[in-house]
C-alpha cells in the first residue's frame, strides 16, 4: 500500500500559477503510475493529469494541456502538478491518485487515493 498526501492548494486569482505536490509513503514510490483528478462542486470528478511509473510517458485532459504539468521525482517519493494560466473554471478539490501499473487515465483503476487540496481561482 502507499499513502498520499497532497499540498499546494490556495486561492489565486485567475492568471495565476500553483504548484501541487503529493508526497507518497514508503520506498516502492517507483512501482505507482500516478494522477491528478479534480472534482468541482456539483460535478463528477475528472481527470487530470497522469505519469508513468519512471516519468517517461505523461498524458493531459484536453482542457488542461498546455497549462499544467505533471511530474515526480521517486528518489524523493513525490508528484508534482504545476499549473500556470489557471482560470475560474479549474475551481475544484484536487486529487493526487496512484495504481500498480502502467500509466492509465480511467479514474476506477486508481486504488490509492489522497484526500485531497481545495483549488480556488477567482476572477
Known amino acids: 500500500q502507499v499513502q498520499l498526501v497532497e499540498s499546494g492548494g490556495g486561492l489565486v486569482q485567475a492568471g495565476g500559477s500553483l504548484r501541487l505536490s503529493c508526497a507518497a509513503s514508503g520506498r516502492t514510490f517507483s512501482i505507482y503510475a500516478m494522477g491528478w483528478f479534480r472534482q468541482a462542486s456539483g460535478k463528477e470528478r475528472e481527470f487530470v493529469a497522469a505519469i508513468s511509473r519512471d516519468g517517461g510517458r505523461t498524458a493531459y485532459a484536453d482542457s488542461v494541456k498546455g497549462r499544467f504539468t505533471i511530474s515526480r521525482d521517486n528518489a524523493e517519493n513525490t508528484m508534482y502538478l504545476q499549473m500556470n494560466s489557471l482560470k475560474p473554471e479549474d475551481t475544484a478539490v484536487y486529487y493526487c491518485?496512484?495504481?500498480?501499473?502502467?500509466?492509465?487515465?480511467?479514474?476506477?483503476?486508481?486504488?490509492?487515493w489522497g484526500q485531497g487540496t481545495q483549488v480556488t481561482v477567482s476572477s
Open positions: 491518485a496512484a495504481r500498480q501499473g502502467v500509466i492509465i487515465i480511467r479514474r476506477a483503476a486508481y486504488n490509492y
